[in-house]
């Protein structure tokens, strides 16, 4: 039997997707809010701008191969939404003219924890230090 070269490809690639250590996001915020509230966990809410070279940088630099991910994954439920988007969520909670604008949220009274991070204050210390104080 003869195995296609790229499905060979994709046989080497599962396993790094499986390994990767990246934020398991969520696109629709009722469906992350409705999780949350389940599983009793905080929302991590990402609001971005389409097309930002920003937002794109703090998702590859902030949010993937860091030892907080795992935390993020198992801890709460992470969901992205776009400020343009055509998904609704309630953006008068979530109100903001920087982006991106990272929320913690407290998924049951749907209360912000701390103040947002906003642009270029979304690095890994300090959302490693929110993490700490939030989940603790």
């Known amino acids: 039997m003869h195995i296609q070269p790229l499905k ?3 046989l080497w690639l599962i396993p790094l997707f499986l390994s990767a250590n990246f934020v398991h996001w969520l696109g629709d915020y009722d469906t992350a809010h409705a999780r ?10 990402l609001v971005l ?23 993020i994954n ?5 969901v992205i939404v776009t400020y343009e988007g055509e998904a609704s969520y ?8 920087v982006f991106p604008t990272l929320f913690f949220v407290d998924s049951r ?5 701390k103040q947002p991070l906003y ?4 690095n890994g210390e ?7 104080e939030i989940l603790d």
């Open 74 to 78: 198992k801890k709460t439920v992470a």
């Open 36 to 45: 949350a509230l389940k599983a009793h966990k905080p929302l991590l809410v």
């Open 126 to 132: 300090a959302v490693e230090k929110y993490l700490n």
């Open 119 to 122: 642009g270029q204050e979304i």
């Open 90 to 97: 309630p953006a008068e909670m979530y109100y903001t003219t």
């Open 8 to 10: 060979l490809l994709w």
């Open 109 to 113: 009274k749907e209360i912000i924890f």
């Open 49 to 71: 701008k389409q097309n930002s070279p920003d937002s794109n940088h703090i998702i590859k630099t902030v949010f993937m191969n860091r030892k907080y991910v795992k935390t």
